[in-house]
């Protein structure tokens, strides 16, 4: 069965850095555009970043840009998202997501898979 597990959340300072990974299982990672999605207590579940099946095109919310880097490695059937700068309305839970979509979506539904999440805390 697919998996998508995430990891590297925790707890940083206002300012601080976190990188995210994503490893999938089960699915033909090379054809799957992924995902990242977060979701903040009270909130809806929002996009943040995308990549494209062979990492070659990206995609990223306004509210990330120039401070997120999302990456994969086809190999290693992981994708990666750098958070740099974070400020303490970034925490949220965050999720990988697989699409087998061609065109990257905002929209959670054009997703195929979905990992538990991984806890992400800025302090100010």
């Known amino acids: 069965q697919v998996q998508l597990v995430e990891s590297g959340g925790g707890l940083v300072q206002a300012g601080g850095s976190l990188r995210l990974s994503c490893a999938a299982s089960?699915?033909?990672?090379?054809?799957?555009?992924m995902g990242w999605f977060r979701q903040a207590p009270g909130k809806e579940r929002e996009f943040v970043a995308a990549?494209?099946?062979?990492?070659?095109?990206?995609y990223y919310a306004d509210s990330v840009k120039g401070r997120f880097t999302i990456s994969r490695d086809n190999a290693k059937n992981t994708v990666y998202m750098q958070m740099n700068s974070l400020k303490p309305e970034d925490t949220a839970l965050y999720y990988c997501?697989?699409?087998?979509?061609?065109?990257?979506?905002?929209?959670?539904?054009?997703?195929?898979?979905w990992g538990p999440g991984t806890q992400v805390t800025v302090s100010s």
């Open positions: 990549i494209s099946r062979s990492g070659g095109s990206t």
């Open positions: 997501a697989a699409s087998g979509n061609f065109i990257a979506s905002k929209s959670g539904s054009t997703y195929d898979y």
């Open positions: 089960g699915l033909t990672f090379s054809r799957y555009l």
